[in-house]
């Protein structure tokens, strides 16, 4: 059995996941350079297969582990936080910011977004705890995504910035 991260990509399918950066930033500290000693720092170090993509050598898809336990190392020794990488995954799978995920955080607070029952001119009527949530959800959002494009400090400052509590 193959225990696997996958890194994240852009639209381009271009990786540009942080762990990439602090891979290659440890494996040179530890004296490998180049695409094919990172690819050996990973098998010595973790026991783990770097698999890059087709026609790149060093835009890799994937860290592959031999067993569970070399993986848990990665994560603690990368400050791998599966619960972040979920919600990114998610965010993702939606494509740009767009009605879906305002419609997936409207109904988080209990929001039931139906177009087609207003009529021109009428709106909803939102009770103050659910504007709140609504708006604690939308600044999380922004957080995970500043988190995604590697701006780790900026989402956390958006959050104490709002009184959002990680």
Not at 51 to 57: C, D, E, S, W, Y
Not at 73 to 91: G, S, T
């Amino acid at each position: 059995m193959s225990y696997t991260i996958e890194f994240e990509t852009n639209r381009k399918n271009t990786t540009i996941d942080p762990i990439v950066d602090k891979i290659r930033k440890v494996a040179q500290q530890d004296g490998w350079t180049g695409s094919d000693g990172f690819i050996q720092w990973a098998k010595e170090t973790y026991s783990a297969d770097l698999v890059g993509k087709a026609g790149f050598f060093s835009n890799w898809a994937s860290i592959s582990f031999e067993t569970e336990a070399d993986m848990a190392r990665f994560k603690v020794d990368f400050e791998v936080d599966d619960r972040a990488r979920q919600l990114r995954a998610e965010q993702k799978a939606l494509g740009p910011i767009s009605n879906k995920l305002i419609r997936k955080l409207a109904e988080q607070v209990g929001m039931t977004i139906d177009d087609g029952d207003l009529m021109p001119g009428e709106t909803y009527m939102l009770l103050d705890e659910d504007i709140e949530k609504f708006a604690e959800l939308i600044v999380r959002e922004c957080a995970t995504h500043l988190n995604f494009v590697g701006d780790e400090y900026a989402g956390i400052e958006l959050l104490e910035h709002f009184g959002v509590e990680e």
